[in-house]
Each structure stands twice: as structure tokens, then as C-alpha cells.
């Protein structure tokens, strides 16, 4: 089975602070998804990379950036959290390219900032 | 940009009941896929349907795509308390999955 992990399940940060959250693959999928889930929003794309070194802005990206320095590693960064990126973070992967075939995603960072 | 709508937002159901959740585009897609999320849990692909008019079944749960490939359904009959959930629609366009609000159902014993 494919497993995407997602480094913390709960995360509580101070507004101002540099947050990290972490995904790894094993599947040596080389599309990688970072979106949010808000309540009535759905799930919205802020970063994804197609490769090793590559990102691209998705849909929300403002106060975000993301880091793929490995393969499996997907890492999405918050600047300097405030309280609006208070959210459900889902890190997702993919074999095909655009997600064709189906996305595989992480359990979940639960992210509150205080 | 790619807009993808669901309706309802909440469907609750009585066990043994049927229902549809649709999804429409604001443009033409690609393909698209079926999620469904449990209560607490992350989204867990269903389906994906490519062609023009297309149907698949899994079990109690029939996906159609439209014939204009700008609205998808998602029936289920004879509802059971393991459909509870949320069931999201996504559509790709322009290599990028976009992902409707989802509908929410709720199961009455």
C-alpha cells in the first residue's frame, strides 16, 4: 500500500513563528500535493511539485512556501503563521502526473495558531 | 480558474433510503474522481471516470460522468451506516485536481 505520512497529527504554533510540516512517500511517487480543508471550503491547493527541486503555486499560496529537496519529502513552511492558517493540512501524492489515477493522501496535520 | 460545485452540502438520510450527490464544472474536465472521507479520517480515492457518459459501479454505489463531461453523480441505494461521511468530487484541469466542498451524509438508524 502506498503510505503518505504526515509528520504531526495535532500542531499548536504561536502567531509570528516558522512552522514546518512534513509529508514522506514510499512510493516513489513523483507528484506531491499540499492542500488545506476548511469547513464548507473544501480542499484547496496551496503548493505542488511535479519533481525533485520543482514547485509550482496552486490555488491560495500567499503565506506559504514549500520546500523538495528529496523525492519522498514534501515540505510545506508558514513564513509566519497567523491565526487565518489556523486548519486541517493534507499532504497528498500521486503516481500520474496532474493526479490521473487517483491521489493518495496523509492522515493529517491539524494545525491551530494561537 | 477551474470551478467545481457539489450540492447538497449535507444530505441525511434514513438507513435502507437512496440518494444523489451531484457535481458540476464551470469548464470541460479531463476526467474525474470520486473521495470519500470519513469522520476524522483523510480523503480515500473511489473512482475515476474518463469518457464522455461513462458509468461504474462499486457495490451499492453508482458513478456517472455527463455526456457533456461538465457534471458527474454520485447514487447510492439502500443507504447503510458505513456511507457516512463526506464525498468529494474533483476534476482535473490543466494537470491540476480540483476539489468540489464536498457533501457531508449523515445516516438515521
Known amino acids: 500500500d502506498v503510505k503518505v505520512t504526515q509528520s504531526s497529527r495535532y500542531l499548536v504554533k504561536r502567531t509570528g513563528e516558522k512552522v514546518f510540516l512534513e509529508c514522506v512517500q514510499d512510493m516513489d511517487h513523483e507528484n506531491m500535493f499540499w492542500y488545506r480543508q476548511d469547513p464548507g471550503l473544501g480542499l484547496r491547493l496551496i503548493y505542488f511539485s511535479y519533481d525533485v527541486k520543482m514547485k509550482e503555486k496552486g490555488d491560495i499560496p500567499e503565506g506559504y512556501s514549500v520546500s523538495r529537496e528529496k523525492k519522498e519529502r514534501f515540505s510545506l513552511i508558514l513564513e509566519s503563521a497567523s491565526t487565518n492558517q489556523t486548519s486541517m493540512y493534507l499532504c497528498?501524492?500521486?503516481?500520474?502526473?496532474?493526479?490521473?489515477?487517483?491521489?493518495?493522501f496523509g492522515s493529517g496535520t491539524r494545525l491551530t495558531v494561537v | 480558474g477551474q470551478q467545481v460545485m457539489q450540492i447538497p452540502q449535507y444530505q441525511h438520510v434514513q438507513e435502507g433510503e437512496d440518494f444523489t450527490t451531484y457535481c458540476n464544472s464551470s469548464?470541460?474536465?479531463?476526467?474525474i474522481q470520486w473521495y470519500k472521507q470519513r469522520p476524522g479520517g483523510h480523503p480515500v480515492f473511489l473512482i475515476q471516470?474518463?469518457?464522455?457518459?461513462e458509468v461504474k459501479k462499486q457495490k451499492r454505489l453508482t458513478f456517472q460522468f455527463g455526456e457533456a463531461k461538465k457534471n458527474s453523480s454520485l447514487h447510492i441505494t439502500a443507504t447503510q451506516t458505513t456511507d457516512v461521511g463526506t464525498y468529494f468530487c474533483?476534476?482535473?484541469?490543466?494537470?491540476?485536481?480540483?476539489f468540489g466542498a464536498g457533501t457531508t451524509v449523515t445516516v438515521r438508524a
Open positions: 471516470l474518463v469518457k464522455s457518459g
Open positions: 469548464t470541460t474536465l479531463s476526467n
Open positions: 497528498a501524492s500521486s503516481l500520474q502526473t496532474g493526479g490521473a489515477g487517483g491521489y493518495t
Open positions: 474533483a476534476g482535473i484541469n490543466d494537470y491540476k485536481l480540483s
